[in-house]
């Protein structure tokens, strides 16, 4: 073969890592141990064209990596020669961390743009010359100056919006002039007038590539079009690589083909296995479509079909509700639909809870969670999913009331967090030391790591409150329980470990980004959550207008909500449960509807198609319902008389332009005794309470827990723990505390 196209090329896949057929490890038929007859099947599927169709929970990153490791065992495939495709840096990571345990460490797994930039960046000074272009790492600041340039004022959200039309045009290969006609044709509800966007999409790609730049978008279609016009490259490339594997295939772009067709070359001589599911496809607004997946027998005759319904994850009762959601689907995705099969035992029924508004559905989910983590569910094995980043607000509130710690999903990387690169260059220090003081003593590895992290104060209990430093706390607790279960794992396998052995493992993890779970309840939105499980799942917020969202026009934009609502009942192993309130915020018209998708399914509800008039159909569901409900008319501002529409002008009762009687000196008391509350609690002041209620607060100036309550924001927790101390504010007193906030050891509220 020819040589490595030089150390640091895209090809480069640390090919002297690891020598393969390590008799501890077994021969290549040990990699199909434990696999069942359909995984196995896709495992010793090693020739032409595979399309593998997994349903959630069916063990379809198991049977792709056992299938490539199985091809290195057998030396069907050379590792150097391999390349896995995914979709994001954390499924690229798992995907290199399982290829590593089962001894296939010289197999690239990356995403479809660490491939293409890699390629890119060696192959450019020879098919282009010159330096290669700055990659733009955020594209929004220059969408922003062109739509400056064409005279247009765009707000920050709107500038969002803009931002993803042009991805959108880019990775189906729309250009600017073909934009309007393309939306027109898609039957997509464009966020501006579409000659608007077009006029910003060309100048925002004159002035990139003026300056040298490019996007993103551009990594994959530059990559695309040197394969295309240069034989040479595209010659050497395919060399180089003989085996593709692509993973969630029903989320390729059409710019995503167009590169793997350059990549796999004509004529079929490469060997591809794509792997997706139909009705787990949620990324259609991206220009990502099913359309390949669906068509892959057609476009390869001869491939090799394998089905895998066997679902391993979630119970019979999870795997029931997902099946039922689906058979009510319609449209191309739903005739190959999956029927999923449940192995595992029996769990509990999922939950369906109605509340009456917003914040007592957050409060109670969050008491719930509490009361699952008494009863032994870790919180890192907790989620809570929700259709928009908007909602998450009240549930952090809710979760940080009550002392349980959370974590957002898409916070910043676990390896990239600056505590934990501390306590990396900690251990490589002590793992060096031939004698360490601080370690020496130790019974095991998690006990000298525990040492090591107590330099820098990790302590055996979590820190009270949450916030930055238990957030810190929780990232060192991390490294301690990977510690763990790496010396429980290599104890099994009978081999010995100590420091400097975790400290290789920690390092080839943070190259992966294969990050060990951090201990706290997840908060996700539904989109964010998709390749993810966990033990209990709370989807909340599941009412019209919400999910499905209200944007969703067309059959089939309902019909991916359908699909989004699908993957979160997926993501449940065990403990399901759903939940919607009936208005936005305490004492506000019970207006909304339970989710149509919800139909037939909760108990009491009526078969799609059948919904009675009105609210209905919600007697005899399983859960709570909130006592109590106070229905009062639409919120009016309460200066012109304006119905209010808008969250802001909704808490403050007020068009925002109509003059404010906010107390000022009030409001700034009320902000001192916030702040002092969160650095308490180690908390973010938004925590206690938001601006927008302290205003609200301020202009309302409550005289009793009764008017207190009936200010957005201020919810049963919150009365119970600050109503004291907000009304001697309010009455120009110092701040007293609740007696339920005197101790931490009172039992909890009913629920």
Known sequence: MQEDLLSGSPFDGHQDAHRFGDPAAGGPDAVLAGLDPEQRAVATALHGAVCVLAGAGTGKTRAITHRIAYGVRSGVYQPQQVLAVTFTARAAGEMRGRLRQLGADGVQARTFHAAALRQLQYFWPRAVGGPVPQLLERKVQLVAEAAGRCGLRVQRTELRDLTAEIEWAKVTQTGPDDYPAAVAKSGREAPRDPAETAQVYRVYEETKSRRGNIDFEDVLLLTAAILEDRPDIADQVRAQYRHFTVDEYQDVSPLQQRLLDQWTGPGGGASLCVVGDASQTIYSFTGATPDYLLGFRTRHPEATVVKLVRDYRSTPQVVHLANGLLAQARGEAARHRLELVSQREAGPEPVYTEYEDEPTEAETTARKIKDLIAAGVRASEIAVLFRTNGQSEVYEQALADLGVPYQLKGAERFFERPEVRDAGVLLRGAARAASDPVTDGAPDLAGQVRAVLATRGFTAEPPAGSGAVRDRWESLAALVRL??????????????????????????????????????????????????????????GLTEGTMPIIYAKTDEQVEEERRLLYVGVTRARKHLTLSWALSRSPGGRASRKPSRFLDGLRPGSSAPG?????????????????????????????????????AVERKLRRCETCPSTMDEALYERLREWRAAQAREQGAPAYVVFTDATLMAIAEDV?????????????????????????????AGEEPVRDPADVTDDQPDEPA
């Open 702 to 730: 409550p005289a009793n827990r009764q008017e207190l309550a009936g200010i957005s924001g201020v919810g049963a927790m919150k009365l119970d723990k600050y109503g004291a101390a907000v009304l001697s504010l309010c």
């Open 610 to 646: 059948a919904r009675p008039a009105g609210r209905g159909g919600r007697a005899g569901e399983t859960g709570e319902r909130s006592a109590g409900r106070r229905v009062r008319g639409p919120v009016t501002c309460r200066v012109c008389g304006r119905a209010l529409t808008e």
């Open 483 to 540: 510690a763990e279960e790496f010396e429980r794992g290599r104890t099994a396998e009978g081999r010995t470990t100590d420091l400097a052995a975790y400290v290789a493992e920690l390092d080839a993890r943070a190259a992966a980004q294969h990050a060990p779970a951090v201990e706290g309840v997840t908060l996700a939105s539904l989109h964010a959550a998709k390749g993810l499980e966990w033990d209990a799942v709370f989807l909340v």
